[in-house]
């Protein structure tokens, strides 16, 4: 079963991706069983029959916004944030601002390019699940990898997981 | 300057760790190529030409004696023997080898030095005034803000991965010598009507192959909002930025595409959330960082020291030194110091490990033991006595740290070119050479005057050559080396980027057309009138006339 960082802990996880390939539409609904992310224009063409949907998520390319969540963020519990490249960076502001300026406590699931080295950057920005490519790592890397989310012990600025920079936790003295 | 506390240092040796890890798992093959390309840039560590070149922070350009030491020590150790300075007022080392780049940081660290962000797509070393503190015309001293950008900066777990490099720099003086205007974000320290502190901020300035001023995006951001602002600019940056073509990437193309004034809605819209949240700077924090940065004791001197004005009539030598690289200082009986790097038998900028070691014993006997960079690539003794200033000549000359000229057409800024860069297209440290050689008659260098030539060997533009009052730029054609010439560029107050003036030329060409450019201004110069004057005032022509002959001219008129 394909692994997945939550929490700071390795756990199992069943749930699929769906990717649309390029005959299909998002109007035509398919969907397997169990859980899954489907992609935002699914969501989008279907929200009706799929809100409360028991282990629904969404995901989104990096180049799709959160914002078209807003409003529906209530009937979701887990959303997925694709990194197509680990370069690519669009997807630290959408988590972000899922939790901060949207206010989402569910899941929050970085997908794609996913890399050890970028853990502790995505943890502070809100992903609260990590899932690196199948095959991608091997479950001991997998677990020697979960050292990366302890890579700094007291960074300087806030973020999600540390709503109050430096300057303002500690009693920094001259 | 700035100590580290235990907060500091912890950032730091946490960052060794981690990169040793990087490259531990790099060399045993469970990291890719294309997976720690981006991990060892934003740790400043290029694979060169002939081997990785590690790119070392400067924070805003200061550093102790002590961790200059370290510097020579590096140079000496891990790499041939000399450093180079950098147009971001950092340190290169040319040849460390891979495997030993982790015990290189772990000894930076012990010094509270570091190579984080020096490159990669994320918010790069901070960059300021190598005046600051010390310049009659400053009116706030910008260093503890850089810290305080500093900090802010360093790891932000949002703006890792931006679509492309982002530059910052700050200036608090009447004269920006911080280039504020060819940044991502150019910052310039000011009051209110009301007395109190903040920043004008300029966004979209930015060199390479596209150059571009910045434009002001805020007159007025009050100091405790900075860093939210900053981070609302990040955000619409990393959001919307170009991902699709590295070389429409940078910040400056999205602010041109949709228009200053809608760029300024869409940060102040996505500002609204952030500010006044926990980001909001405090009065303690930034008394914390400023407390760092007082002014040295110095002692109550005379204005105008007799010994100095004695020695100087004494010694042309000393006295032609001390006109160029000798300034004001804003305290009586104090002076400020260019070490110049621009011996013309060195590569502009570089610097040797005794020449290193000379330097910070220049800066424990005489200036407080500290010791600047500059983007000019030349180093600073901000505080000496003007007593003193003899002794500290004489032992830069024995070093060949005193080549007087300062400001001259000699005292180029040039980047490593195709001599070491993997990115160059062609050599610029052959060029600045022969230049330098064509120009070494002091007195020739004297008349012509304060100018500003700048060489890059590609279209990055590490050497600033679009505002350089004379530009060169390296070009590739069918696999050989051309230099392109501009005038008219300008850094400081009244930046502009420079004009090409025609074809390029071939490298053995570059001596003649830089001196048929600097006849052309010595016949046409009216009165006291610095070089890039009179190209303002009398336009390009009269240079293509003077470089290609009349032909360019009848050309360009028979094409109009």
Not at chain 1, 61 to 72: F, G, I, N, T, Y
Not at chain 2, 120 to 149: K, M, Q
Not at chain 2, 223 to 232: D, L, M, N, P, V
Request: net charge negative; hydrophobic share 40%; proline share 5%.
């Amino acid at each position: 079963m394909p692994k997945l960082i939550k929490n700071g802990l390795v756990i199992d996880d069943s749930a699929e991706i769906l990717v649309l390939d390029e005959t299909q539409a998002p109007e035509a609904l398919n969907l397997p069983e169990g859980p899954v992310f489907v992609p935002l224009a699914v969501w989008q063409a279907h929200k009706g029959v799929l809100s409360g949907r028991p282990g629904l998520g969404v995901w989104l390319d990096s180049h799709e916004s959160v914002d078209d969540l807003a409003s529906d963020l209530d009937s979701l519990q887990a959303i997925a944030l694709n990194f197509p490249k680990f370069t690519d960076g669009r997807a630290y502001s959408g988590a972000a601002l899922l939790r901060s300026r949207y206010g989402f406590k569910g899941e929050i699931r970085a997908i794609g390019d996913v890399l050890r080295d970028q853990f502790f950057f995505m943890q502070r920005c809100g992903f609260d699940a990590i899932q690196p490519k199948a095959g991608r790592y091997s479950d001991a890397l997998l677990a020697d990898a979960l050292a990366s989310l302890q890579d700094f012990s007291s960074p300087y600025q806030a973020a999600i997981d540390q709503p109050e920079p430096l300057f303002r936790r500690a009693a920094r003295v001259a | 300057m700035y100590r580290y506390d235990s907060y500091d240092q912890k950032i730091v040796d946490e960052r060794v760790a981690q990169f040793r890890d990087q490259t531990r798992r790099y060399l045993a093959g469970e990291l890719t190529e294309d997976e720690f390309r981006p991990l060892r840039l934003q740790n400043g560590l290029y694979i060169q030409r002939h081997a990785p070149m590690l790119r070392v922070a400067v924070p805003y350009g200061l550093l102790s004696s002590r961790q200059v030491r370290t510097l020579a020590h590096i140079a000496r150790t891990h790499d041939k023997g000399y450093a180079h300075i950098t147009t971001r007022q950092n340190f290169q080392f040319n040849w460390p080898e891979l495997k030993v780049v982790p015990e290189i940081l772990a000894e930076l660290a012990q010094v509270e030095m570091h190579a984080i962000q020096t490159s990669g797509a994320c918010i790069r070393n901070i960059t300021s005034d190598p005046f600051a503190g010390v310049a009659g015309d400053e009116y706030i001293d910008p260093r503890p803000w850089c810290e305080v950008l500093r900090q802010w900066s360093t790891f932000h777990p949002e703006f890792a991965f931006l679509p492309r490099k982002f530059k910052m720099a700050v200036n608090g003086a009447h004269q920006d010598r911080a280039v504020i205007q060819c940044h991502d974000i150019g910052l310039e320290l000011k009051r209110d009507a009301a007395g109190e502190i903040g920043f004008r901020v300029l966004v979209g300035g930015g060199l390479g192959r596209t150059p571009i001023i910045g434009e002001e995006i805020s007159d007025f951001v009050p100091w405790q909002h900075i860093i939210t602002y900053c981070e609302a600019v990040l955000r619409v940056y990393n959001r919307y930025g170009r991902r699709d073509n590295l070389y429409k990437a940078r910040i400056k193309i999205l602010v041109k595409a949709l228009g200053i004034a809608e760029f300024k809605r869409q940060v102040e819209e996505e500002w609204v959330f952030g500010k006044n949240g926990p980001n909001t700077l405090t009065e303690a924090e930034v008394a914390r960082v400023a407390a760092h940065f007082t002014a040295p004791t110095y002692v109550q001197l005379p204005g105008d020291d007799s010994s100095y004005v004695a020695q100087r009539a004494a010694n042309p030598a000393f006295a032609a030194w001390a006109k160029r690289n000798v300034l004001a200082h804003k305290v009586p009986g104090y002076a400020v110091v260019v070490l110049s790097l621009k011996d013309p038998k060195r590569a502009p900028g570089d610097i040797t490990d005794a020449q290193l070691d000379l330097a910070a014993d220049l800066a424990d006997a005489y200036s407080f033991g500290e010791i600047r960079t500059t983007h000019e690539q030349n180093l600073v003794l901000a505080d000496v006595r003007q007593s003193d200033l003899f002794a500290v000549w004489e032992k830069a000359r024995a070093a060949g740290l005193a080549t007087p000229t300062f400001g001259l057409l000699n005292d180029m800024i040039c980047c490593p070119g195709g001599d070491f860069c993997a990115l160059a297209n062609a050599k610029s440290i052959p060029i600045a050479n022969a230049i330098q050689e064509r120009f070494e008659d002091l007195d020739y260098l004297y008349d012509i005057g304060d100018l500003e030539l700048n060489i890059s060997g590609c279209m990055n533009s590490c050497g600033h050559h679009h505002v350089g009052h004379i530009g060169i730029l390296g070009v590739d054609k069918n696999g050989s080396e051309w230099y392109q010439v501009s005038l008219g560029g300008s850094q400081g107050n009244n930046t502009s980027i420079g004009k090409v003036i025609g074809r390029s030329f071939a490298a053995a060409e570059m001596p003649d057309v830089i001196t048929k450019i600097i006849d052309v201004y010595r016949a046409q110069r009216q009165g006291g009138e610095r070089f890039i004057e009179t190209v303002r005032r009398i336009g390009l022509d009269p240079f293509k006339i003077g470089v290609y002959g009349d032909a360019a001219i009848i050309e360009r008129n028979q094409n109009a």
